[in-house]
C-alpha cells in the first residue's frame, strides 16, 4: 500500500507499507502547525482492482474559540418591559477575553420563511488539494444522429413540442411551504385534534404565527375536535420599510388619540365599564434590538440593556463575538413574552368599502383559575384621533367572556366597513379581575371604486384672453360618480413641474431596477436643486416652516400603513389642504433625507448589478440589455444636469463604468453575430432600436474609452446610424441626431434637425409637436418619451430656445396632477423641463383665473401663496364645492411672456362604469374551491351567491389573451379581505417558456413579465380563508408598464364567507 499525507497543499510524508493477513498501525505526530486539518491518501493494487481512499484527519482550532455564557437570563418576560443581560466571555482556558460583541434579537416565527444564523471562520480550514483516480479500461459506445445545422445552406427551425402541465409539482424545484416538528408539510389552516404545531397567517408583507396546542377552546371556528390554546406569536412586517426593524402603527403616538381615548373611556365610565386604566400594546416591532458592537468591561463581561416589543411571542437571540487575535464565539438564546391574560386580535391586512367582516380576536387565560371578564373594540380614525365606532355599524362594543384555566376563547364583532374613511385604528382591550391587556394596530380601508383622473391644460401667451371647457365634467350626467378634488395650477417657471413630479418618482411602490433607479434619479436632481438653487430652496424651507409641529402628518408617522395605502388608495396620502402638500414636498427637499434617500437607492442598485455588469428588471430576471441602456442614460443625464454625486462617488462611478463596458461587449456580440451570418451584406441595415439607444447612452460619456476589442463594433453600428436615419421613428431619430452631434458629425445631426423640423406641427394650443405620437406596445414608440427627446434634441443640436418653449406645451399637456402616467415618462420630461436649468425666471405678475362665474384670487384664499420670482400658485376644491360650471375656465394674461397652467378633476367612479381602450389585452379570472369527493379533492367554480368556509383552499386562475408580442407587462389581482395566499415570498418564476416574476403584497398579487409572447398564457396560485363575512374580491387589470393607454381588467367578484358548523 502506497500512503502520502498532505498538509496546505504539500506532501509532508510519503511511504510504502506490507500488510499481510493483519492490521498496520501508522503514526504521525500532530502538531499545533496542523491545526486547520490534514488529508492522508492510500493505494493499492490487487488482482487487477484499484483500491484508493483519502481521509481528511479534522484539527480545530480549540484555542481559538470563545464561550459565550449568560449570568443573568429569564426566558419568559412581560411585553413592554425593560431587561438587563449580563454575558460572560470567557476563552478555552476559561481565562477572560477583551472581546467585542454583535448581539441581536428578532421575532423568532421570521425563521419559518428562512432559518438566520451568526457564523463566522477567520480561519482557514483544509480539506485536500488532491484527487487520486482509477480508470476503466472496458468502455461502450454510443451513437446519436448528428445534425450540423450550424454550418448548412439551411437553418432547421427548432418546433417547440406542447409539454404536460404538471400543475407546479415540484419535480425538480424547490417546494416553499409550513413545517411542523417532525418534518411534515402543513397545508390545512387548522390542525386535527390531539396535534400541535403553528398556523401562518401573512400582513404587511410578514406574518402571525399562532401555536396551537391540545386544549378546550369556546365558540372558536377552528377543528369542533381540536383544542386550540395560541401562544401567540405575532409578528408584523412592512413592504415599504428601508431597513430591517419595522415599527407599525403605534409606535409613534398619533395626534389627537389621547382625547378620543379619553372620550371613549369616559363614556364606558358612566356605562359602569372602565376600561382607562388599559394600555394597549402597540410596539410590535419584529426586531427587539441589534447592537453591532458591544465591548466586554475589565471583569470580560458584556451588559445588555433593552426594552422588549409588545408582541406576544418566542424571541430568538443571537450573539457573534471576536477579539483581535482571531478568536470567535456563538451564543443562541430563545425566550418568550407573554402575560397572565393575552389578547390576540386575527386582524386582516386590510378592509375593503362596502365589505361586512366578523372581526376576530382570542383572549388566552395562562392564571391558575378561570376567568370572568369583559372586552371591548375601540374604532379610531387615524388621521384625527376621533372614535369612528358608529360608521362600522358597532353598537355596543363591549362583551363578557369566560375562559378557562389554561384555555383560550374568542370575541368577535361584526363590522360593515364605510365607504371614505381611508383607514382605522382598532384598539381591543380586555380585563378579568386584577389582569389586563390590549391590542392595538392600524388597518387601510381599500375602496372598491377606482378614481380617475381628467386633466386640462391652460397654456397662454401674453397679453391675451382664452376660454376653455372641460366638456365630461361640464356636462356630467352619471349618477355613481363622486367628486374627489379639483385643482387649479399656474406657473410662468415649467421648472416647477418637475419639482413637482419628483415625489411620484420617489414613492413608486414597486422594486424592479427602473423604479429603483428613478428614486436615484429623482433624490439626485432634488438634491441638485436644493444645493444649485438658493430661490427654490428658500421657498422650500418656508414651507417646511409655516407648521413645524404638523410636519409629517399622522398617516406619514406610520410608515407600514402608508406603504399600503400608497399601493392601493394613494389618492388618500393627497394632503387635505395646500398647506400639507406643501410641508410634503417640503420634506422631500430635506437635504439629510435625500442623503439618506440617496444611498438606500444606490445600495439597492449596486445589490442589484450582475456580475457582468447588466442590470435585470427584477430580481431573479436575465440582465436586460435595455433596462441597463435605460439606467446608463439616465445616470448620463444627470451627469449632464452638472450632478456632482455621478463623478464623485466612486462606487456610482465604478457602477455606471462597468454597465457601460457590458453594454460595450453586447454591441460587439451583435456585430460578431452579423459578420458571422451575413458577412457578404454588411453594408445592408443591421441596426436596430436596441443598437440606436446603445449609440445614445454611450454618447453620454465618451471619457470611458472603448476597448480595442469592440471598437471596430462601435465604428460599424455609428456609421449604420449616420446612413440609415431615415429608416426610424421620430424617437430613435432624436437618439441618433444626438449620438452623432456628441461625436462631432455635425453634418448629419443637422440633417436629422431639419427633417424633424420640416414633419413637426406647430399649432397656438398645442405647441409644437408630431403626428406620429400615438403610441404602441414597445419602448421606443412612447409619445411621452418622444417628446422628451425632441427637446432635448432642439436645445442640444439645434440650439433652439424658442421652438424648445413650443414643445414644452404639448409635454405639458399631457401631465396628470402630478406626473406623466409612469415612471419613466416622468423621469424624461422631468429632465425635459430641467434642460436649461431651473433658474429660468419669468413674470412675477399671476394670470387671472375664472372658473365659471367665480373669480379665483390667490392671494385671498388660505394656505395658496404666490411664489416669487414664478408667479406659482396652486389650489383645490373637493367633494360637494366642486360644481359643473368650474368646468368653463377664462384666463387673462395682461404681460408678455407665456404662462404655464393646468386644471385636474379628479373623481370616483364605479368599475363597471369605465370603459377600457381597445387593446390587444384581455383576462379572464376565476375562483375555484377545493372539496372532497369520494375520488379525492376535485375543484369547484365559485359562482354568485356560493358559500365558502373558513379553512376552504382557493384557487384562482387567470386567464391571459394577447394578440402580438408585448414588453414589460404588469399584471395585478386583488383579493378580498378574507383571504390569505400560501405564497408569501416574492419569487422569479419560469412557466411554459415564460419567466415573470411573482410579487406577493398586502392586498393583491403581482405579475411582472419582461416579455409577453403572444397566444394565451394561464397562471394560478393558491388562498386560504380566513375570515367570516361579505367581501369584495376585487378585479384583476393588466398593462404595459411603460405604456399605460394599452390596459384592460377582468369583472368583479364578490364573495361570502360563513363559519365552521358545529
Not at 504521525?28 to 496542523?34: L, Q
Not at 382598532?426 to 380585563?431: D, F, N, P, Q, S
Request: net charge negative; aromatic share 14%; hydrophobic share 35%.
Amino acid at each position: 500500500i502506497f500512503y502520502q499525507v498532505e498538509h496546505k497543499g504539500k506532501i509532508v510524508e510519503s511511504k510504502w507499507i506490507e500488510i499481510n493477513d493483519g492490521q498496520r498501525i501508522i503514526e504521525f505526530p500532530v502538531e499545533e502547525k496542523h491545526r486547520g486539518n490534514f488529508n492522508i491518501y492510500f493505494a493499492s493494487v490487487k488482482d487487477n482492482r484499484a483500491y484508493l481512499k483519502e481521509f481528511t484527519i479534522y484539527v480545530p482550532y480549540t484555542n481559538k474559540e470563545l464561550e459565550l455564557e449568560f449570568e443573568t437570563f429569564r426566558d419568559k418576560l412581560e411585553p413592554g418591559e425593560e431587561e438587563t443581560w449580563k454575558i460572560k466571555i470567557t476563552n478555552h482556558m476559561g481565562e477572560k477575553e477583551a472581546a467585542e460583541l454583535l448581539a441581536g434579537m428578532y421575532d423568532a416565527s421570521l425563521d419559518a420563511f428562512s432559518s438566520h444564523y451568526w457564523y463566522m471562520s477567520l480561519l482557514k480550514y483544509y480539506y485536500g488539494y488532491r484527487n487520486w483516480y482509477d480508470h476503466n479500461n472496458l468502455t461502450t459506445t454510443s451513437s446519436n444522429q448528428y445534425q450540423d445545422c450550424y454550418h448548412s445552406k439551411y437553418y432547421l427551425k427548432r418546433i417547440s413540442i406542447p409539454k404536460l402541465d404538471w400543475h407546479n409539482y415540484p419535480f425538480y424545484s424547490y417546494n416553499y411551504g409550513w413545517m411542523d416538528g417532525n418534518g411534515y408539510y402543513i397545508d390545512d389552516i387548522v390542525l386535527a385534534g390531539g396535534s400541535s404545531g403553528y398556523y401562518y397567517s401573512t400582513r404587511g408583507g410578514g406574518g402571525d404565527r399562532y401555536k396551537y396546542s391540545a386544549s378546550k377552546t369556546e365558540g372558536w371556528d377552528g377543528d369542533e375536535e381540536s383544542g386550540i390554546m395560541m401562544e401567540a406569536d405575532m409578528m408584523m412586517d412592512s413592504p415599504g420599510a428601508a431597513d430591517g426593524t419595522v415599527t407599525t402603527a403605534a409606535n409613534q403616538q398619533m395626534a389627537g388619540e389621547k382625547n378620543a381615548e379619553r372620550e371613549i373611556n369616559n363614556e364606558d365610565s358612566r356605562n359602569g365599564r372602565d376600561f382607562g386604566d388599559i394600555e394597549a400594546r402597540s410596539n410590535f416591532a419584529e426586531t427587539a434590538f441589534f447592537f453591532p458592537q458591544l465591548h466586554t468591561n475589565e471583569n470580560g463581561e458584556i451588559i445588555i440593556e433593552f426594552t422588549m416589543p409588545e408582541s406576544l411571542t418566542e424571541w430568538k437571540f443571537m450573539g457573534l463575538a471576536h477579539t483581535k487575535d482571531l478568536k470567535t464565539g456563538t451564543i443562541t438564546k430563545e425566550l418568550k413574552t407573554q402575560k397572565t391574560l393575552m389578547v390576540n386580535s386575527f386582524a386582516p391586512r386590510f378592509f375593503r368599502e362596502g365589505d361586512k367582516i366578523v372581526f376576530s380576536s382570542k383572549v388566552s387565560n395562562l392564571s391558575e383559575g378561570d376567568l370572568d371578564g369583559e372586552a371591548i373594540l375601540e374604532l379610531i380614525d387615524p388621521f384625527t384621533g376621533e372614535s369612528i365606532a358608529e360608521k362600522f355599524g358597532l353598537s355596543d362594543p363591549v362583551i363578557t367572556f369566560n375562559v378557562k384555566k389554561g384555555q383560550s376563547t374568542k370575541l368577535s364583532w361584526e363590522l360593515e366597513i364605510p365607504y371614505s374613511v381611508g383607514a382605522v385604528t382598532y384598539r381591543i382591550k380586555a380585563k378579568a379581575g386584577a389582569f389586563t391587556d390590549g391590542e392595538e394596530m392600524s388597518i387601510p380601508i381599500l375602496s372598491n371604486r377606482m378614481l380617475v383622473t381628467e386633466a386640462m391644460p391652460l397654456p397662454i401667451r401674453g397679453n391675451e384672453t382664452k376660454t376653455w371647457t372641460f366638456d365630461k365634467m361640464v356636462n356630467n350626467t352619471s349618477s355613481t360618480l363622486e367628486n374627489f378634488r379639483y385643482t387649479l395650477e399656474f406657473t410662468s417657471n415649467p421648472a416647477w413641474y418637475a419639482i413637482q413630479a419628483l415625489p411620484y418618482m420617489m414613492e413608486y411602490p414597486y422594486e424592479c431596477n427602473e423604479q429603483t433607479f428613478s428614486r436615484y434619479y429623482a433624490n439626485a436632481i432634488a438634491s441638485h436643486i436644493a444645493n444649485s438653487n438658493p430661490k427654490i430652496k428658500e421657498v422650500f424651507d418656508a414651507w417646511a416652516n409655516e407648521s413645524p409641529e404638523a410636519f409629517l402628518s399622522n398617516l406619514e408617522k406610520n410608515q407600514e400603513l402608508k406603504s399600503l395605502v400608497l399601493e392601493e388608495t394613494p389618492w388618500v396620502l393627497e394632503a387635505k389642504d395646500e398647506g400639507e402638500r406643501k410641508r410634503r414636498v417640503a420634506l422631500l427637499f430635506d437635504i439629510h433625507r435625500m442623503a439618506k434617500e440617496l444611498k438606500l437607492a444606490e445600495k439597492k442598485l449596486l445589490k442589484a448589478q450582475s456580475p457582468n455588469g447588466g442590470f435585470p428588471w427584477f430580481k431573479g430576471m436575465p440582465d436586460s440589455r435595455y433596462i441597463t441602456q435605460h439606467i446608463v442614460t439616465g445616470f448620463g443625464k444627470l451627469d449632464h444636469l452638472g450632478v456632482r454625486e455621478i463623478r464623485e462617488n466612486n462606487k456610482v462611478w465604478n457602477m455606471i463604468s462597468k454597465a457601460v463596458y457590458y453594454l460595450d461587449a453586447r454591441i460587439d456580440e451583435d456585430y460578431r453575430w452579423i459578420k458571422k451570418h451575413y458577412p457578404d451584406y454588411l453594408t445592408e441595415q443591421h441596426i436596430g432600436y436596441s443598437q440606436v439607444q446603445y449609440l445614445y447612452a454611450r454618447s453620454f460619456f465618451p471619457d470611458l474609452a472603448i476597448s480595442k476589442g469592440h471598437q471596430e463594433a462601435y465604428d460599424y453600428f455609428f456609421n449604420q446610424a449616420k446612413e440609415y436615419w431615415t429608416s426610424f421613428n421620430i424617437y430613435s431619430r432624436g437618439m441618433i441626431s444626438l449620438a452623432l452631434f456628441r461625436a462631432d458629425e455635425k453634418e448629419v445631426s443637422g440633417d436629422i434637425v431639419k427633417s424633424l423640423r420640416e414633419r413637426a406641427i406647430l399649432n397656438e394650443e398645442m405647441g409644437m409637436y408630431w403626428r406620429e405620437f400615438v403610441g404602441g406596445y414597445s419602448w421606443w414608440e412612447a409619445p411621452i418619451e418622444s417628446q422628451a427627446m425632441m427637446i432635448e434634441v432642439f436645445d442640444e443640436v439645434a440650439d433652439d430656445g424658442e421652438a424648445v418653449e413650443e414643445l414644452r406645451i404639448w409635454l405639458l399637456k399631457q401631465k396628470q396632477v402630478q406626473d406623466w402616467k409612469t415612471t419613466r415618462a416622468t423621469a424624461e420630461a422631468c429632465y425635459a423641463l430641467l434642460i436649461r436649468g431651473t433658474n429660468i425666471l419669468a413674470s412675477d405678475k399671476i394670470v387671472e383665473v375664472k372658473l365659471g362665474n367665480m373669480v379665483v384670487d390667490p392671494t385671498q384664499i388660505e394656505d395658496c401663496k404666490v411664489e416669487a420670482g414664478t408667479g406659482y400658485f396652486k389650489t383645490s376644491w373637493t367633494g360637494d364645492d366642486i360644481k359643473p360650471e368650474m368646468g368653463n375656465v377664462t384666463v387673462t394674461k395682461s404681460d408678455s411672456g407665456i404662462a404655464w397652467g393646468a386644471v385636474y378633476w379628479q373623481y370616483f367612479e364605479d368599475l363597471d362604469k369605465i370603459t377600457p381602450a381597445e387593446t390587444p389585452l384581455s383576462i379572464k379570472k376565476q375562483l375555484f374551491v377545493e372539496r372532497q369527493s369520494p375520488t379525492g379533492p376535485r375543484m369547484e367554480p365559485i359562482g354568485e351567491g356560493a358559500e365558502l368556509t373558513v379553512g376552504d383552499k382557493v384557487k384562482v386562475r387567470i386567464e391571459i389573451r394577447v394578440d402580438r408580442d408585448m414588453e414589460y407587462v404588469h399584471m395585478k389581482d386583488m383579493r378580498g379581505s378574507c383571504m390569505e395566499p400560501t405564497n408569501v415570498l416574492s419569487v422569479t418564476k419560469y412557466q411554459d417558456g415564460l419567466w415573470y416574476f411573482e410579487n406577493t403584497r398586502d392586498a393583491a398579487t403581482n405579475f411582472f413579465f419582461e416579455h409577453l409572447p403572444k397566444g394565451t398564457h394561464v397562471f394560478e396560485y393558491t388562498m386560504f380563508v380566513t375570515h367570516e363575512g361579505d367581501f369584495s374580491n376585487g378585479i384583476t387589470t393588466i398593462q404595459c408598464m411603460y405604456a399605460p393607454e394599452f390596459t384592460s381588467h377582468s369583472e368583479g367578484i364578490r364573495v361570502k364567507v360563513v363559519g365552521k358548523t358545529e
